[in-house]
């Protein structure tokens, strides 16, 4: 695969216990997984379990456009109104644990409350 540093993944792969039907059945999973945008990073994803690495899917302005329709300006968090620049989409259901990034799964967040969601 591409982009990919075998030697340096090996290395880190040999001095962890991996099961290894677990992993290549998280592998076969995160490869079919639309979301996934990135498929080579899918081994140092599984690795330090960073998400940046799959550079999961983002939702589109339409999504982002539909959800602000349905909040009607409102955040989910803090429910004061904002304009739809203000405002950020967020999965409902965290990609982590199965959320898709699709409309059902968009909220609007205002910038605020995203950034402390996210803990940055
Ligand atoms: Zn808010």
Redesign the pocket.
Known sequence: MKGVNWGNLYNQFKNKSFDANKLEKEIVRLMQDEDVTKKSGIYEYLLDGEEKRLNIRAFTPNMKREAYEKQKGI??????H?AIDE?EADHIKPWRIGGKTNAENCQL??????R?KAGR
């Open positions: 955040c989910a968090k803090c429910r004061k904002f405002m967040l205002c910038k605020d409350c995203n402390r």
